[in-house]
């Protein structure tokens, strides 16, 4: 009969081919794909075999009528009839097993068998599926082409359903690869970070282990930072491992990516980098690259040994990408916020000079009155009286108090030597760069609008700095959620001179009006955390400067700061 037109045949082919539509879960498919070739053909057993290819061997997946301890059951391609199907491609119809040197017996029952291979669109056999009957002669060349019809349709069903995995699978790891870039964005504490880097890749690449090592390229020196083991951080030894004694350092010398099938080989028993777990095989390592510089490596560990394919290798990437720009993000971060403490300090730093002059200046005075008066009385005294010596002594204390005095008042003055021409677009925007990673973190755009020509301005650039530091800092305080500041440059005539101006406004809450006209005022301060110093010291600086700082604008939209400058001519 031909097998076209058996009732069976479309009734065999259909309840396969509808699985694609039906089931999800390949390994569900394929029992019941194997349920049904058995049922059809009237066999007694049977086993879909699929070929592993990290070891391979041949590996029944499913089976019906067989023994429990058939799923340990493994062949070598050309092992036994399945084995040599696999190995040929070719089906095979055995009506006495007995009589076959290649048979390899299971279940002692069996007396004919049949085998057909899996082969998918390009030629490549990714399994068998093979029957067998209690009878011998159960079966007979129309069973072996109808088995062939079933055995395509089930590869054409079988490569649908692990597509659709892998897609859903990749699906699953872009969600995951973004949650994690989301959440490795937030890490500005580092060994946190390198913690959160090794958790998420074990997870996301379900394997035994996973470990982040820093590069120190100056020393030449690899340190592991983070080791997840199981899901749990465990601890590592805090030791440098010279880069020449590592075998992950083959992915630094490279920039590339490596792969060890067996790490317990005797020829690994020398490198030092390696977690002390018996139990690990295969090591996939990946190079962690900013800017095309190495800054570290990431590993994963399988307790088996594995083949990597190209869809791991590919992720793994990805998570060392993802690591690589957190951990610049989280360097970044640390010199901002170090920035942010030296310029608190100067800040402090120039407040106590401003003070010791103040108080300098205000003892000046009544010192200069008492030198004089004290001259004046013109004391003379024999020599051998004792109050001649007192005189004496009370006339060098004044000198010395007037040189010291004199001292802290020079030296509070800023050095002229130190100011210099500037661009003033140049300035800015130097001082825009130092705050640029606060205002990404504080969710705040910066417009930086540079004047329509070349600004030269005469000014101590550090102090100038400080000065448009303090307002950008400011500005960000006043705006909690978000928001945007606005740096414009522009100039205007004053009298006969010619001034730049630049402009800094912000969309923050304002300025409480009981507040705007003693916001210069020392030690004035709408925080609780501020000194009331930083736009009292900004007043003092311009004017210094013979420019000045004014408000220009304020209330709930927003409060507008006005910096201006004389211009070189």
Request: net charge negative.
């Amino acid at each position: 009969m031909d097998v076209e037109s058996d009732p069976r045949t479309d009734r065999a082919l259909y309840r396969i081919s509808s699985l694609a539509g039906r089931i999800d879960d390949p390994h569900v498919a394929l029992k019941t794909i194997l349920a049904v070739c058995i049922e059809t053909l009237g066999a007694s057993s049977g086993s879909v075999s699929l070929l592993n290819p990290d070891t391979g061997k041949l590996e029944i997946d499913v089976h019906q009528g067989l023994f429990k301890t058939t799923d340990e059951v493994s062949l070598r391609l050309g092992q036994g009839i399945t084995g040599w199907v696999a190995f040929h491609g070719r089906p095979q119809l055995v009506t006495d097993v007995t009589a076959d040197s290649r048979y390899i017996s299971i279940r002692k029952e069996v007396r004919s068998e049949m085998a057909a291979p899996m082969v998918e669109a390009g030629g490549q056999i990714i399994g068998v599926i093979n029957v067998d009957s209690d009878r011998l002669g159960g079966f007979n060349d129309t069973d072996l082409a109808f088995l062939i019809r079933l055995c395509e349709e089930a590869t054409a069903v079988m490569q649908r359903l692990w597509q659709l995995r892998h897609l859903r699978g990749k699906a699953r790891q872009l969600e995951s690869l973004i949650t994690i870039g989301q959440r490795l964005v937030g890490k500005l504490e580092q060994q946190e970070l390198f913690d959160t880097i090794t958790r998420d890749a074990h997870g996301i690449t379900n394997t035994r282990a996973c470990a982040f090592y820093l590069f120190d390229s100056t020393r030449q020196i690899l340190r592991m930072l983070s080791l997840t083991h199981n899901g749990i951080i465990t601890n590592t030894p805090e030791e440098d491992f010279p880069i020449a004694s590592c075998l992950v350092a083959s992915a630094i010398h490279t920039r590339k990516q490596i792969e060890f099938l067996n790490i317990q080989s005797p020829e690994f028993l020398d490198v030092v980098d390696l977690p002390r777990d018996p139990s690990l095989r295969s090591l996939l390592a990946a190079p962690v690259l900013y800017e095309n510089e190495v800054i570290g490596v990431l590993a994963v560990f399988t307790d088996h040994v594995h083949r990597f394919n190209n869809d791991e290798k590919r992720l793994l990437a990805a998570l060392a990408s993802l690591g690589a720009v957190a951990l610049q993000n989280s360097r970044l971060y640390s010199r901002v916020f170090q920035s942010e403490e030296s310029l608190r300090k100067n800040e402090q730093l120039t407040t106590l000079g401003l003070l010791a002059a103040e108080i300098a200046h205000e003892i000046r005075n009544p010192l200069t009155v008492i030198k004089l008066l004290f001259g004046y009385l013109d004391l003379d005294f024999p020599a051998d009286d004792p109050r001649r010596t007192d005189v004496r002594v009370i006339s060098e204390k004044l000198d010395q108090l007037e040189a010291i005095v004199s001292r802290v008042l020079n030296f509070a003055k800023a050095p002229s030597s130190l100011h210099s021409r500037w661009g003033l677009a140049d300035m800015v925007g130097d001082t825009i760069v130092l705050i640029r990673l606060k205002l990404a973190q504080s969710k705040i755009q910066l417009r930086f609008e540079p004047p329509n020509r070349p600004l030269v301005v005469d000014v101590h650039k550090g102090q100038i700095q400080q000065v448009l530091l303090n307002l950008l800092i400011n500005s960000t305080q006043a705006m909690n959620d978000g928001g945007t500041i606005t740096v414009r440059c522009f100039t205007e005539k004053r009298g006969e001179s010619d001034f730049a101006l630049i402009d800094l406004t912000d969309t923050g809450r304002g300025i409480p009006e009981e507040l705007r006209a003693h916001i210069f005022d020392s030690f004035l301060s709408g925080r609780t955390d501020g000194t009331g110093l930083g736009l009292a010291i900004a007043k003092r600086i311009m004017l210094s400067h013979h420019g000045d700082i004014t408000l220009l604008d304020s209330g709930p939209g927003g409060t507008t700061m006005r910096i201006a400058l004389p211009l070189v001519s």
